[in-house]
């Protein structure tokens, strides 16, 4: 098993930038994908971005695209996404998310899931 903790959330105004950490423990790093979803009230989680084990293939959320990078640092446990320009609509509890084996963008694939980071964007 692994288990996730995420960090770097708070309050920024629109065009500002934040960097969200994911630090995991358990089985070995390298072996998981990972995925970053968000999920704001009354609305479902939704897909952000995700990595491939060794972190060559990514994909994101169309909105997010050319705004937001997720990257990895597998010698040390560690997922990031950092947050350029962001816009209100980013407002959500970000949360971090890890599958054995190959990257999904189905938010129902991940085994793993950490407690979330709130990240709110004023106008």
């Known amino acids: 098993q692994v288990q996730l903790v995420e960090s770097g959330g708070g309050l920024v105004q629109a065009g500002g930038s934040l960097r969200l950490s994911c630090a995991a423990s358990?089985?070995?790093?390298?072996?998981?994908?990972m995925g970053w979803f968000r999920q704001a009230p009354g609305k479902e989680r939704e897909f952000v971005a995700v990595?491939?084990?060794?972190?060559?293939?990514?994909d994101y959320k169309d909105s997010v695209k050319g705004r937001f990078t997720i990257s990895r640092d597998n010698a040390k446990n560690l997922v990031y996404l950092q947050m350029n320009s962001l816009k209100p609509e980013d407002t959500a509890v970000y949360y971090c998310?890890?599958?054995?084996?190959?990257?999904?963008?189905?938010?129902?694939?991940?085994?793993?899931w950490g407690q979330g980071t709130q990240v709110t964007v004023s106008s």
């Open positions: 998310a890890a599958r054995v084996g190959y990257y999904s963008t189905l938010r129902n694939a991940y085994d793993y």
């Open positions: 990595i491939s084990r060794n972190g060559g293939m990514t």
């Open positions: 358990g089985r070995t790093f390298s072996n998981y994908a």
